[in-house]
């Protein structure tokens, strides 16, 4: 398979970054956070909503997965959240463009199960989405369970940050409490949850690979890094007994689409694998109703 040839990509992990977003103080990263991950910049300040879509259209990316993320209990100083209702509006304007995940805030208690109820059957949101670092949570911690319960419930995987975390504001420094392995409890205790481990783990990604390997229902996604990056045991999972298990993401603004497109064409993914990887396994796992590529072949 040739660059050439389009599959129809879709990001499971982006974030909106508008001027507006910057506006509202809606951004938990600072400029420290974008010159380490050497945010190119043009995209600094934000990225309209229509020239993503270029940008999407130019990568060879089909849907995007627009996260209304929880950064943190609001009551914290330097936390930060964008709204589900900010996204359903996104949504509701380009719906064969986007799709939603709702960030979670397992603070909240019962109100959070209650909107996440509301952005799955009212905004049609495909999953959740959590960030176990910005609340010094693991990911096994018993607060955390009601919302896996409620997933399970309405029938969405969770994502979230597994491996490290860098330092996004240096006014607000975070635990890297995500080790892939605290997800081996998570599955057994509910073995029906579609759990995907974000951000490949790092720096323990041969950890995360064990734990899908371990787990039918754990699964593991390629964003934050560069796919150049992504470490050969990563790129041979992937390749091979993981094709199934993977999914493909840039968490952008942190990785241009165009650059990770082009970056996944350079490992030379055989052609079967990469196609689930760009795009079914996406299909599958989130039940969208984009068409799979591989049931052209069937």
């Not at 974008?34 to 270029?54: A, F, H, T």
């Not at 719906?95 to 397992?106: E, K, N, V, W």
């Not at 909240?108 to 109100?111: A, C, I, Q, R, S």
């Not at 603004?253 to 497109?261: F, G, H, L, T, Y």
């Given at each position: 398979?040739?660059?050439?040839?389009?599959i129809?990509?879709?990001?499971?992990?982006?974030?909106?970054?508008?001027?507006?977003?910057?506006?509202?103080?809606?951004?938990?990263?600072?400029?420290?956070?974008?010159?380490?991950?050497?945010?190119?910049?043009?995209?600094?300040?934000?990225?309209?909503?229509?020239?993503?879509?270029?940008?999407?259209?130019?990568?060879?990316?089909?849907?995007?997965?627009l996260?209304?993320?929880r950064?943190?209990?609001l009551?914290?100083?330097?936390?930060?959240?964008v709204?589900?209702?900010r996204?359903?509006?996104?949504?509701?304007?380009y719906?064969?463009?986007?799709?939603?995940?709702?960030?979670?805030?397992?603070t909240?208690?019962?109100?959070q199960?209650?909107e996440?109820e509301?952005?799955?059957?009212?905004?049609?949101f495909v999953?959740?989405?959590?960030y176990?670092?910005?609340?010094?949570?693991?990911?096994?911690?018993a607060?955390?369970?009601?919302?896996?319960?409620?997933?399970?419930?309405?029938?969405?995987?969770?994502?979230?940050?597994?491996?490290?975390?860098?330092?996004?504001?240096?006014d607000r420094?975070?635990p890297?409490?995500g080790?892939?392995?605290?997800?081996?409890?998570?599955?057994?205790?509910?073995?029906?949850?579609?759990?995907?481990?974000i951000h490949?783990?790092?720096?323990?990604a041969?950890?995360?690979?064990?734990?899908c390997?371990k787990h039918?229902?754990?699964?593991?996604?390629?964003?934050?890094y560069?796919?150049?990056?992504?470490?050969?045991?990563?790129?041979?999972?992937?390749?091979?007994?993981?094709?199934?298990?993977?999914l493909?993401?840039?968490?952008f603004?942190?990785?241009?689409?165009?650059?990770?497109?082009k970056?996944?064409?350079?490992?030379?993914?055989?052609?079967?694998?990469?196609?689930?990887?760009?795009?079914?396994?996406?299909?599958r796992?989130?039940?969208?109703?984009?068409?799979?590529?591989?049931?052209?072949?069937?």
């Open positions: 398979m040739t660059s050439n040839d389009r129809g990509a879709i990001d499971i992990v982006v974030n909106i970054r508008t001027p507006r977003e910057f506006e509202e103080g809606r951004i938990s990263s600072d400029s420290s956070f974008q010159e380490k991950v050497r945010q190119d910049g043009s995209i600094r300040q934000g990225v309209e909503i229509e020239d993503y879509i270029k940008l999407m259209d130019e990568a060879g990316i089909d849907r995007s997965f996260i209304a993320v950064c943190g209990d009551n914290v100083k330097g936390s930060t959240e709204t589900y209702e996204i359903a509006e996104v949504l509701q304007k719906p064969d463009r986007f799709s939603g995940l709702a960030g979670i805030d397992p909240k208690g019962m109100t199960l209650r996440l509301v952005a799955v059957n009212d905004y049609g999953g959740a989405h959590w176990p670092h910005w609340f010094a949570m693991a990911p096994d911690e607060q955390i369970y009601p919302t896996y319960a409620k997933c399970c419930e309405l029938d969405i995987p969770i994502m979230m940050q597994v491996g490290q975390n860098l330092i996004y504001s240096k420094r975070l890297s409490v080790r892939p392995i605290t997800l081996d409890q998570v599955a057994i205790d509910f073995p029906e949850l579609k759990i995907i481990g490949l783990g790092t720096p323990w041969d950890e995360m690979i064990a734990m390997w039918e229902n754990i699964y593991m996604a390629g964003d934050a560069a796919p150049k990056y992504w470490p050969p045991a990563v790129v041979h999972y992937a390749n091979t007994y993981g094709q199934d298990k993977f493909f993401g840039t968490d603004p942190v990785v241009d689409p165009r650059r990770a497109i970056e996944v064409d350079g490992h030379e993914f055989r052609d079967i694998p990469k196609k689930k990887i760009l795009r079914d396994n996406a299909i796992i989130f039940k969208l109703p984009d068409s799979p590529v591989l049931a052209d072949e069937n």
